[in-house]
């Protein structure tokens, strides 16, 4: 069935860097856009980064630009989120999202890995 | 980057109807027909219930529908169900921040 697993999350200090996977299973990754949104503990959702299915298109949100690098591998199905001089206010759960697809919406997510950032 | 305006809380009896906005701006929700609806249950990862302001994907029931008026979108629940209970979020394409969601709406059945 259709999937996305997120891995590499975890505790790090202010100033470290993480690198986030999101495997895609049972569907055709070249074919769609692909998103990573946050969700800070007790919070709403936060865009963070939407990257097109070539991968020539990259956009982020203000908060992490400069700092946070989408990518993805189109032979290997997965998309990777670079998370360099983190901050406190990233403590989040990152999910990996399929789209933005028609109308703008992401229709398939994953569960989350979740990300510390504590001294 | 501003998040679009959701009432922080919506409550509505079983059988009722329930409607939660969400009020941006002509950069996002009133020019574009981009506005997007989620159902979250708690530790749950987020599932899409509106695209394009008036779509439901397919499993969703007919039961949520989308609107919009202007620079406000709504979802309309019907026919509420104790599951219906959740969190929901909009969201929207932005010219000025290229996505952006509402604040959430907790909705309770009581």
């Known amino acids: 069935q259709v999937q996305l697993v997120e891995s590499g999350g975890g505790l790090v200090k202010p100033g470290e860097s993480l690198r986030l996977s999101c495997a895609a299973s049972g569907f055709t990754f070249t074919d769609y856009y692909m998103s990573w949104i946050r969700q800070a503990p007790g919070k709403g959702l936060e865009w963070v980064s939407y990257?097109?299915?070539?991968?020539?298109?990259?956009y982020y949100a203000d908060s992490v630009k400069g700092r946070f690098t989408i990518s993805r591998d189109n032979a290997k199905n997965s998309l990777y989120l670079q998370m360099n001089s983190l901050r406190a206010e990233d403590t989040a759960v990152y999910h990996c999202a399929r789209g933005p697809v028609v109308g703008y919406g992401m229709d398939v997510w994953g569960q989350g890995t979740t990300v510390t950032v504590s001294s | 980057q501003s998040a679009l305006t959701q009432p922080a809380s919506v409550s509505g009896s079983p059988g009722q109807s329930i409607t939660i906005s969400c009020t941006g701006t002509?950069?996002?929700?009133?020019?574009?027909?981009?506005v997007s609806w989620y159902q979250q249950h708690p530790g749950k990862a987020p599932k899409l219930m509106i695209y394009g302001v008036t779509n439901r994907p397919s499993g969703v029931s007919d039961r949520f529908s989308g609107s919009k008026s202007g620079d406000t979108a709504s979802l309309t629940i019907s026919g509420l169900q104790a599951e219906d209970e959740a969190d929901y979020y909009c969201s929207s394409y932005s010219s000025s921040t290229t996505l952006v969601f509402g604040g959430g709406t907790k909705l309770t059945v009581l």
């Open positions: 002509s950069s996002d929700v009133g020019g574009y027909n981009s």
């Open positions: 990257i097109s299915s070539s991968g020539t298109t990259i």
